[in-house]
């Protein structure tokens, strides 16, 4: 998100991926494709803006070949604390889902 790089995107995420949580009034579900779509719609990127990069790992736990992590991170303005559900596919691990909760505006 921080480079608007939808390659970086699909990397991370598994092609049945869904980004789900609530912004202001109104909840909100995409694919990875959709979210691929809005994080690489910002230009510039926050990167190339010079906005410091935030990402704050809170917890993870493991269990076989699934895992759940909380996260912390700063994007467009607004402070995110997300629960990713993560899945191991051969040797790597993707992010599965994101609910995502925003804690703050600025």
């Not at 719609?41 to 990167?47: C, E, F, G, Q």
């Not at 917890?59 to 912390?72: P, Q, W």
């Amino acid at each position: 998100m921080h480079e608007s790089s939808r390659a970086k995107v699909d990397l991370a995420f598994h092609p049945s991926a869904k980004i789900v949580g609530v912004n202001p009034g109104a909840f909100a579900e995409m694919s990875r494709e959709d979210f691929g779509d809005l994080v690489a719609s910002v230009h510039p990127s926050p990167k190339e803006q010079g906005v410091p990069e935030r990402l704050e790992i809170l917890s993870i736990e493991i269990a076989g070949m699934t895992a759940v992590a909380r996260v912390r991170d700063d994007y467009r303005g607004r402070t995110f604390l997300d629960s990713l559900s993560l899945i191991k596919t051969g040797d790597r691990w993707v992010i599965y889902n994101k609910l995502y909760h925003i804690e703050n505006e600025h």
